[in-house]
């Protein structure tokens, strides 16, 4: 797959680090990419195997130079296990996706619910004027679906940000 | 040793946790917060406590303490305002890579969190500056965080932790097991473990690369106008003596940035003097004509480079420093060497074969100037290398300097001549005004058999002059660009 591109022709980059489950360290590695000048794009946390251990996913637009230097600073940070630039040919990055889209109609109700099925999404809450499905994917995927329900109105949305892993070894 | 377990408050155990780390002084400034600890001390004659007149003076004294003795200096302050008068402090000693644990204590664990008087997120202000921080809210956690907090602050590349102790931490009883840094450094906690087997940078450092050490000692055979560049990272290492055999055998003009002075010898002749912005002409000329530069423990600050692009122009660039992350981060190199100093130059040393002779090369760079030369004033009066020089001769040759930030800084480094690690102490970094007193007083008090020396210049002492006057100073004389002297 194809890493995208900001309009400043930086790439993006898809960190992913471990550090020890405890109170502060959230904002000790978020405040480092501040200090570097960085916005972060996507950012997903949750416990490992080791709920001792925090994982985070976290996505940012950079160079290659830049982003060893990043990572070398990440990596002095003590809480930090360690931190891995994933290469986007050898990892999933998925994200979820929670939409309620404005369905006053028989006609639209059902064109919505068509193109979540496409999407493999589901329904996962319905009122007379409105409907909450939930869809999975990378975030091009989440995108297009974005893309596809703005004409019938979105009326809120939420995503996670992505969550990224590597490949098993062929 | 006593190695029993007892019961005792957190005072006390923090007490005790400093005496296995061997500490016999501390700076600070006391307040509510804090007091239960300021209790216990009246009953350990055995740790000196030098209160100043403001904690950030405490902060710097910490600082000097801990730059001359190549220990770890403590400083303490209360909550609140005493503890955000030490961050200038805490940056201070962040920028230089001084080992210093600063313990500031809070409000009780019930009060965080409700403004409560004199209560700041004091561990949120000093993240940026410091290598890490603690909270401690429970005793039971107290004694291993504080031996963490030293070990982290020693090791690795140096710097300043903060241990931020809940007041309750402090009165609350819990068991203490004494056990020296040793012992706890080999099966303390669970989080130095990790940081130990992973070679996580903040306390060690992955294997030296030999191949990159043999490729070095070849460059090193096939140059013909190589530099030497001694940094802070030699001082902090130690590796001064590693770095003047170095230096010998390569027959190199060594030019010292302002954090390495005293790490190569002030008399020496192989010594171009200072380079970078406030450089001599024979630094600077020979940067840019030589063919192989090697910079250990130097971080090539703006000030060192000036311009990235056009440093070194000619030369292969060869970083050796124990901060990965600062390789590649303001010049690109053609090598890099990760470690220790001492380690790696001691490696270094036991792979080159020939010593070298480079009369052509040297006979070149020192036909420039090694001091900067400044302008006789017009109207008679003496100048600042006159002044600096003549004290220079006077005071005892082993005399430690402290200085504020300045002009006077740039003459002292350039005037006095500075021969061992420590010998010069001075806010490179972060460029700290009032830098110097407090220093100064941190500097006597872990070197009471040496003269310190501060050049003190005007508007500094009305940025921190509160300890003039404050029992620890004897005389102020005309302070525009006199000396000094005589610190309690
Ligand atoms: C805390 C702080 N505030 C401001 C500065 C900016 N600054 C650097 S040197 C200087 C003037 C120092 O004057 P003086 O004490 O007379 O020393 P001189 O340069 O004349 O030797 C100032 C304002 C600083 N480095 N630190």
Not at chain 1, 71 to 96: A, F, G, M, N, T
Not at chain 2, 241 to 265: N, Q
Not at chain 2, 462 to 475: C, H, L, Y
Request: charged letters at 25%; glycine letters at 8%; aromatic letters at 6%.
């Amino acid at each position: 797959m194809q890493a995208k591109e900001n309009e400043q022709g930086l790439k993006r980059y898809t960190i992913i680090t471990a550090m020890d489950n405890e109170a502060g360290v959230l904002s000790q590695l978020a405040h480092l990419f501040s200090r570097k000048g960085y916005n972060i794009e996507t950012i997903a946390a949750g416990w490992t195997v080791d709920q001792n251990v925090t994982r985070f996913t976290i996505e940012i637009y950079s160079d290659e130079e830049r982003i060893k230097l990043l990572c070398s600073q990440l990596r002095k940070l003590v809480p930090i296990h360690y931190v891995e630039i994933l290469d986007p040919s050898k990892s999933i990055r998925r994200e979820l996706m929670l939409v309620r889209v404005k369905a006053e109609d028989r006609a639209s109700r059902n064109e919505i619910i068509q193109i979540g099925n496409i999407f493999r999404g589901s329904v996962v809450d319905i009122t007379p004027d409105s409907i909450t499905l939930s869809v999975t994917g990378d975030d091009q995927k989440t995108q297009a679906f974005e893309e596809l329900l703005k004409e019938f109105g979105i009326l809120d949305l939420a995503r996670t940000g992505i969550v990224a892993i590597e490949r098993g070894e062929m | 040793m006593d190695k029993s377990t007892r019961k005792l408050n957190g005072s006390e155990i923090l007490i005790q946790c400093l005496l296995e780390q061997g500490v016999d002084t501390v700076f600070g400034y006391p307040g509510g917060a804090i007091l239960n600890v300021y209790d216990k001390l009246y009953e350990h004659p055995e740790i000196r406590h030098i209160l100043t007149a403001h904690e950030q003076g405490a902060s710097h004294a910490a600082d000097g303490y801990a730059r001359s003795t190549g220990r770890v200096g403590v400083c303490f302050a209360t909550s609140g305002p005493g503890s955000t008068n030490l961050a200038t402090g805490v940056a201070t000693a962040y920028m230089d890579s001084s080992p210093v644990v600063f313990i500031t204590c809070n409000v009780n664990s019930d009060l965080i969190g409700r403004d409560s008087f004199q209560e700041v997120d004091i561990t949120g202000v000093t993240l940026p500056i410091t290598k890490c921080t603690y909270i401690v809210s429970n005793v039971k956690n107290l004694a291993d965080t504080v031996r963490e907090a030293f070990t982290v602050a020693r090791s690795g590349r140096p710097g300043p932790v903060l241990i931020d102790i809940q007041k309750n931490a402090t009165a609350d009883e819990y068991d203490y097991t004494p056990t020296t840094p040793e012992e706890f450094s080999a099966n303390g906690s669970a989080r130095i473990a990790r940081l130990k087997s992973t070679h996580h940078p903040a306390i060690g450092y992955p294997e030296i690369d030999i191949k990159a050490v043999e490729t070095l000692a070849e460059m090193i055979e096939r140059c013909e106008k190589p530099l030497l560049i001694c940094g802070g990272g030699v001082v902090r290492s130690g590796a001064s003596e590693e770095f003047r055999t170095l230096a010998r055998r390569m027959d190199s003009p060594v030019a010292i940035t302002v954090m390495g002075g005293g790490a190569f010898g002030g008399y020496d002749p192989l010594k171009t003097g200072m380079i970078g912005m406030h450089g001599s002409q024979a630094s600077n000329m020979a940067c840019d004509a030589c063919d192989l530069l090697i910079a250990v423990g130097c971080r090539f600050s703006d000030r060192v480079t000036l311009n990235p692009a056009g440093f070194a122009k000619n030369a292969k660039i060869v970083h050796i420093d124990i901060d990965p992350s600062e390789i590649d981060k303001n010049i690109k190199t053609d090598l890099h060497i990760i470690g220790d100093a001492k380690e790696v130059l001691t490696l270094l040393l036991s792979k080159m074969k020939a010593d070298k002779k480079n009369d052509g090369w040297k006979n070149y760079v020192f036909s420039f100037r090694r001091e900067t030369e400044y302008d006789d004033p017009e109207n008679g009066t003496l100048t600042p290398k006159q002044i600096l020089s003549a004290a220079a001769e006077i005071l005892p040759q082993d005399t430690m300097v402290t200085t504020d930030v300045g002009q006077h800084q740039m003459w002292a480094i350039q005037h006095f001549r500075f021969d061992y690690p420590g010998q010069l102490t001075t806010s490179g970094g972060f460029g700290t005004m009032g830098f110097g007193l407090g220093a100064a007083i941190g500097v006597q008090a872990g070197n009471p058999d040496k003269t310190v020396v501060l050049p003190y210049a005007d508007n500094n002492a009305s940025v921190q002059q509160f300890d003039i006057g404050n029992g620890q100073t004897v005389a102020a004389l005309d302070l525009r660009r006199s000396l000094l002297t005589d610190y309690a």
